[in-house]
Nanobody, 120 residues
Framework: QVQLAEPGGGLVQAGGSLRLSCAAS????????MGWYRQAPGKQRELVAT???????NYADSVKGRFTISRDNAKNTVYLQMNSLKPEDTAVYHCNVLVSTGWGKSDDYWGQGTQVTVSS
């Protein structure tokens, strides 16, 4: 059973930085895409950033130039470096991984979420 562990998160002042990490355990094949999503109170979950196995990245317009997603395939871990944080970045951040099951298919796994709060 694949499990995701998300230490990190916390309270930071506007303009500050935080680094999130998400480590996947129990993976017996390989991880395809990895990503971060967030959900603010009263809002739908939205994409923050994704990174493919070939390290191609994709970012939400609202975080471009401030956030950087990276991955360590040897550790099955994805990171999100968040700089120049704004109060509107406050949300619960969830990691997501797509684990290959063969035949071009993947299983979808989500972390439990970590709270990021940015004070003004």
């Amino acid at each position: 059973q694949v499990q995701l562990a998300e230490p990190g998160g916390g309270l930071v002042q506007a303009g500050g930085s935080l680094r999130l990490s998400c480590a996947a355990s129990g993976v017996r094949t390989r991880i395809n895409d990895m990503g971060w999503y967030r959900q603010a109170p009263g809002k739908q979950r939205e994409l923050v950033a994704t990174i493919r196995s070939g390290r191609q990245t994709n970012y939400a317009d609202s975080v471009k130039g401030r956030f950087t997603i990276s991955r360590d395939n040897a550790k099955n871990t994805v990171y999100l470096q968040m700089n120049s944080l704004k109060p509107e970045d406050t949300a619960v951040y969830h990691c997501n991984v797509l684990v290959s099951t063969g035949w071009g298919k993947s299983d979808d796994y989500w972390g439990q979420g970590t709270q990021v709060t940015v004070s003004s």
